[in-house]
Structures are given as structure tokens and as C-alpha cells.
């Protein structure tokens, strides 16, 4: 399974990349992957025309969109695709407007690129990191930036894992705070499954895994919850089976009354806010 620094080459990294709005944001990103023989230009219209039919969803992050469509004959091999813009552009997005930083997926299956994404999640959500990647002057020094901090992450996770659960250090003081709250939170509830849920379920609904999956491996529920990334027609046939969906504020109108609860999350990437949703939904 190739890693995210391997799915991101230099080549497919393009920096202060001027774009008239969103759609030229899009053919950027679409560009650099038909150029690196990933995709032929069909897939970039794809990836705009999902836009056009979900709404804005991609936009998981303030400032990030993350391009993508279904797995289809215009994906030639896995690959993915970086472009950070010289200026924002909007692509309708009520809270995560304006986009600085655009990247593409084009998969050739639902399965080969879920340790990238999980990467890249992880990666995003560390204000650090997230920093140096924004801020690299050419592809080649955010290449390096992106391969050595994928490089260090697991074995830091690891151990953050086996001395304080997994917790940031920042998060570590809410949860001591918390006192008894986290007895409560360790005997969980019964097995029971959420669903995260995008357009396609196989891009943007995979960073809300992941960052749905750290919560709960810090509240010691990841025996008690699991958690499938799943597509919105997907979605309201496996809704009876879930105890709650998180999905964006677009896709949440598209899925409508299921039965279930349905927790709109505005930043895929924040560990804070994904907790909070948590909270509410479990009203702990």
C-alpha cells in the first residue's frame, strides 16, 4: 500500500498556483494528475461535476478542499495531487471558505489509499505540521517536510499511545479536567457502529474516520464504536444499522430524515470538534 509521500512526488506539487475560482482551483489539481498519467482529463471533470451535484462538501477544512470522485475508467492508477493557490478561492463553503490549498485523489479502488488518507488526516490536524506544509517554498522542501513528518508520526503516535492513551498534550489538561467524566466514558455504550459519509465514500468521508477513530481510541470506545466511511446512496440503506451518521452540512441535506441521527461536522481535521459531536451525541 503506498504510503502518502510516495502518492505525492515532487511532480505532483504545484505552489502559488493562480486560480480564477473554484473550478480553475479544481483543473489545477486535475491537471498535475492527467500530466503524471494518473488520470485522463474525464476524471477532472468528474471531480468538478461532483461539486456541482453535492455542493461543497470537499471543503473539510478551513482553507482546504480535498478533490476527488468516484473510482472510475478515468483513473489509471492511484495518485494524488497537491496545489497550494497564490490566492483563496470560494467554493461556497458557509464556514470553511476561503480555499488555499487544494488536493486532488483519484483512486483506482476504495481500499488501496486509506493509510495516505489516514496520513494526511493525522498530518493536517497538527497545527505544526499543517504550518510547514503551507509555508514550503518550492515542491522539492515540502516533499521532504511531508516524508519526514509521515516518517516520525507513527512511531510518536505509538508511543503517545502507550503512556497517555493517545491524547495530545494540549488535550490531556480537558481531560483531567474531566475527572470523573472519563470513568463514565471508559465503560462505553454497547457495540454500536457510526457511519462517516461523503459523496463518494472514498475521499473526504475517510479523514472523518480517522479523526472519529483517534476519539474514540482516547476515550478507550474503539472497542464499543466502529466506524465505516460510506457514500450518501450507500448511506441511507446502512443508516438502520448505525447509531448516528457524521457527515458535512451539504451531505446532511442530501441524506435527509434516515432514522438516525445525522451530526454535521464542520472541520474534518479538528479532534476538538469531532470529541464535541461525540459528546453530543452520546450526551456525556
Known amino acids: 500500500m503506498a504510503s502518502l509521500s510516495e502518492l505525492l512526488p515532487p511532480e505532483a506539487i504545484r505552489l502559488e498556483v493562480t486560480a480564477a475560482d473554484w473550478r480553475g482551483a479544481l483543473r489545477a489539481a486535475g491537471e498535475l494528475l492527467v500530466t503524471r498519467g494518473v488520470t485522463t482529463d474525464a476524471y ?42 497564490a490566492e483563496p478561492v470560494a467554493f461556497g463553503h458557509e464556514t470553511n471558505d476561503p480555499v488555499t490549498l487544494v488536493v ?3 483512486a483506482e479502488d ?35 517536510a511531508l516524508a519526514q513528518r509521515e516518517s516520525r508520526e507513527e512511531p510518536q503516535q505509538e508511543s503517545q499511545q502507550a503512556t497517555d492513551g493517545g491524547r495530545p498534550t494540549g488535550e490531556r489538561a480537558d481531560d483531567e479536567r474531566a475527572g470523573g467524566e472519563r470513568g463514565a466514558r471508559a465503560s462505553g455504550p454497547a457495540v454500536q457502529k457510526i457511519l462517516t459519509v461523503c459523496g463518494n465514500g472514498v475521499g473526504t468521508s475517510l479523514f472523518l474516520k480517522n479523526t472519529l477513530e483517534q476519539v474514540l481510541d482516547r476515550w478507550g470506545w474503539d472497542r464499543h464504536i466502529t466506524v465505516e466511511a460510506t457514500d450518501t446512496i450507500s448511506a441511507k440503506g446502512k443508516a438502520s444499522e448505525a447509531a448516528a451518521i457524521l457527515t458535512s ?7 435527509g430524515d434516515v432514522g438516525v441521527p445525522v451530526k454535521v461536522v464542520e472541520d474534518f481535521t479538528s479532534v476538538k470538534e469531532v470529541d464535541a459531536t461525540l459528546r453530543d451525541t452520546y450526551d456525556v
Open 104 to 106: 486532488a485523489l483519484a
Open 249 to 255: 452540512r451539504e451531505i446532511a441535506r442530501t441524506l
Open 44 to 85: 477532472t471533470d468528474e471531480m468538478i461535476r461532483n461539486v456541482e451535484e453535492n455542493g461543497p462538501y470537499i471543503v473539510i477544512a478551513p482553507g482546504f478542499a480535498f478533490a476527488h470522485a468516484r473510482p472510475s475508467p478515468a483513473v489509471r492508477r492511484t495518485g494524488m495531487s497537491w496545489v497550494r493557490l
Open 110 to 144: 476504495s481500499g488501496a489509499h486509506t493509510a495516505a488518507m489516514a496520513a494526511l488526516a493525522r498530518l493536517l490536524g497538527d497545527p505544526e505540521t499543517e504550518a510547514a506544509l503551507r509555508t514550503a517554498s518550492d515542491p522539492e522542501q515540502l516533499h521532504r
